[in-house]
């Protein structure tokens, strides 16, 4: 009796499961498409990237209607704490459970680099905003990996670039010890280096160290033109702070912040942080559109974006655009289409998506203004020069990428 | 090398010898009393942080409370709350351990350390919170001659300096002293001329914990404020009171001025080794003079 009763439940639930695509939208595997914001949501990226990126993601699916081809859009978001193992294994419930179709955000390269992977495996697309290192497009891409607002090669063109140019030929690094500060690290030595500048020092620090004033002493004793921060978020602004009240600048030395965010430089007020140059890939009051969108954001989130933020907006739109143009989210057709779109919006002019993942679009050298210069609390940056798309990013003729060559 | 950088070094590493000094000096208190190796010390560090966080800038979100402890009334209020907590420990769950082995007072300890930890982990974030409340009047900088120090490290460094000395020179050199030290040679002869031992040994730990509470304090607005801010110090703060001696409390004083120097001439020198040196003096001490270069032999 019991064992009839349990086949019956069987074939029944047999029998749904079968009708379910039936009753479900046809184009849709899972009748609908969810999106995952995974990022540093308490720590160091906090700031530029976190809790603002989900709301970008979710203006990205409001300003497209709520929904794609007729079906709700979801966003899912969690905190990875710049843990590759919490990323990975948060990654594979969302696949696995959530039936998350996109992860994007993912600020930490070595975070990155584990989901990335992990979602290969998997076949979902990642639109990774967040993290710098090259490795995402050049020895690790995938098929299904796309890097899309900066990387570790972009940052050190425009701004190593500028300064050795202005006198700065030696150099010596302060780096955070893990894939990202290596990876800007080794690629900013190799921009020095090209134009006949010197690499004459380096020390790594701990991700998150809140006392750089030995190593500040260390990069000051060296005698360099510039001290270059292969760091990033909080580790910049607390470098910079305190080399500040130890009078490094004043000394005379240059300070690089190799990628810096219009939160930290907000953080650390003009005061401290003007002059100081560096690349970007998106300044929120460059012109009306980037203006209108980025205070639309600043009313839900209490800062202005950065770059990242506006990236995943971007991202999201796009991917949503691919899905609906496909009527389909399978990943390798959405993936094609992406490959195929010129990228237009508020965030991007004329970006293409390469087949190792890299979004190629323009960066921005800006300077940071002087306190009698800014009109208001977030007018803080000044575009210098544009870097075009073609010299910003690795060419697809020097990728390292299987996929490519 | 120049001389400058290697005084420069020297300075940052005294900035870091005499937070190393401050802790140790409580648990070498603490231990010579109690027999009682405390390992929640980096908690109550970590605690007098938060309380002078807490009371500067979120006593009006939190608890609806109009009023902004400041950082010099933080020196005052820090140290007593931490101290309070400090008897509750002591009178409520160390006390019951007294008979039993070290070990079980270190594993208690170790317990309220990471309760402490995760209570404020989920409410604050790991990486840190700067403290903002660093007073006008010590935010310059001063010229040395060879380098440029911030007014306020070179006002932490000679506060510590005092209340070290002071804690020595109390203990070493008063009528109360000389009854701590009584009870800590032969608790049972003490008590039996009258004098009341328990009651001493619960103020010694409240002593000792409000020393790590100022402690925290003074490192607020140098260091950010993080959950694992005294994780990150106690394994340190333990290899220089073995290394000074248990116990001894000029040891513990001296050697954690000494490793906080070495430590920073260190990254002169051969910068990967300077997290590890004090590890590696601490190994050689153990092997060579195991009571440590200040205690006695027992």
């Not at chain 1, 969302?94 to 992977?117: K, P």
């Not at chain 1, 002059?275 to 954001?297: I, K, M």
């Not at chain 1, 940071?368 to 690795?394: C, G, M, Y």
């Not at chain 2, 170790?110 to 660093?134: C, R």
Request: charged fraction near 15%; proline fraction near 3%.
């Amino acid at each position: 009796m019991l064992k009839h009763l349990k086949q019956g439940l069987a074939s029944a639930v047999a029998v749904a499961t079968l009708a379910m695509p039936l009753t479900a939208t046809a184009e849709l595997t899972d009748g609908k498409l969810k999106i995952g914001v995974l990022s540093d949501m308490s720590g160091v990226y906090k700031a530029l990237e976190g809790p603002g990126a989900v709301i970008a993601a979710k203006m990205a699916i409001e300003d497209f209607g709520g929904s794609v081809l007729g079906q709700p859009v979801e966003v899912i978001s969690a905190d990875h704490q710049n843990k590759p193992d919490i990323g990975a294994s948060t990654a594979r419930e969302w696949i696995d459970a959530e039936e998350v179709d996109m992860i994007t955000a993912l600020d930490n390269s070595s975070v990155a680099l584990s989901v990335q992977g992990l979602a290969n495996d998997k076949k979902v697309i990642t639109m990774n905003t967040g993290a710098g290192t090259t490795a995402l497009t050049e020895e690790q891409c995938t098929p299904y990996g796309i890097h899309y607002v900066y990387d570790t090669h972009a940052l050190p063109v425009g701004t190593a670039t500028a300064m050795v140019k202005n006198g700065g030929k030696s150099w010596f690094f302060i780096t955070a010890d893990y894939a990202f500060g290596h990876s800007l690290r080794d690629n900013t030595g190799a921009v020095v280096e090209s134009l006949g500048g010197e690499v004459v020092g380096n020390v790594n620090a701990p991700l998150s160290t809140n006392d750089f004033s030995s190593y500040l002493l260390q990069a000051q004793s060296s005698g360099a033109d510039v001290i270059g921060l292969a760091n990033a978020g909080q580790d910049t602004v607390n470098a910079i702070k305190q080399a500040n009240q130890f009078r490094i600048v004043q000394s005379g030395q240059k300070l690089a912040g190799m990628l810096v965010f219009i939160t930290d430089v907000h953080s650390m007020g003009l005061d401290i942080a003007q002059g100081l140059q560096f690349t970007t890939a998106f300044v929120w009051n460059q012109n009306d559109e980037t203006r209108a969108w980025s205070e639309r954001f600043f009313e839900r989130h209490g800062a202005m974006p950065t770059m990242v933020h506006a990236g995943v907006y971007s991202a999201v739109t796009n991917y949503l655009k691919a899905v609906k143009e496909t009527g389909t989210d399978d990943s390798d057709t959405v993936r094609a289409k992406l490959g195929e779109m010129t990228l237009n919006d508020m965030f991007v002019k004329d970006g293409s998506i390469l087949p190792n993942g890299t979004m190629l679009h323009d960066m921005y050298l800006v300077e940071v203004k002087k306190p009698e210069e800014s009109e208001s609390e977030w007018d803080l940056l000044r575009v210098v020069s544009k870097i075009p798309a073609d010299q910003a990013f690795i060419p697809l003729s020097e990728s390292k990428c299987s996929l490519v060559n | 090398m120049s001389i400058q950088v290697i005084l420069a070094q020297a300075l940052l590493g005294l900035n870091v010898g005499v937070f190393y000094a401050m802790l140790s000096l409580g648990l070498a208190v603490i231990f010579g009393l109690l027999n009682i190796i405390n390992f929640a010390h980096g908690a109550m560090y970590m605690l007098g942080a938060f309380i002078a966080l807490i009371g500067y800038s979120l006593l009006e979100q939190w608890f609806g409370i109009s009023l902004q402890i400041g950082f010099w009334a933080s020196l005052l209020v820090a140290p007593v709350i931490v101290g309070i907590l400090g008897v509750l420990i002591e009178r409520l769950m160390l006390k019951r351990l007294y008979e039993l082995d070290h070990i079980y007072g270190l594993l208690l300890t170790f317990g309220i350390t990471l309760i402490l930890q995760g209570l404020f982990a989920n409410y604050f974030n790991v990486s840190g919170t700067p403290y903002p409340g660093q007073p006008e009047a010590l935010s310059g900088v001063v010229n040395l001659g060879f380098m440029y120090f911030p007014t306020y490290r070179l006002f932490a460094i000679v506060f510590s300096l005092v209340v070290c000395f002071a804690t020595w020179w109390a203990i070493e050199h008063t009528k109360l002293g000389s009854r701590l030290r009584a009870g800590v040679e032969n608790p049972d002869l003490t008590q039996a001329f009258g004098l009341n031992v328990p009651l001493m040994v619960t103020l010694t730990f409240a002593f000792g914990a409000g020393l790590a509470g100022l402690a925290g304090v003074l490192a607020a607005p140098i260091y950010s404020v993080s959950p694992l801010m005294g994780a990150d110090l106690i394994i340190v703060v333990f290899a220089v009171v073995v290394i000074g001696g248990m116990g001894s409390i000029m040891g513990a004083i001296l050697s954690g001025l000494a490793l906080g120097l070495v430590e920073g001439l260190t990254k002169v020198f051969y910068p990967p080794a300077a997290s590890t040196v004090i590890f590696f003096l601490m190994v050689l001490v153990l092997l060579f003079r195991p009571a440590g270069l200040f205690g006695k032999e027992k």
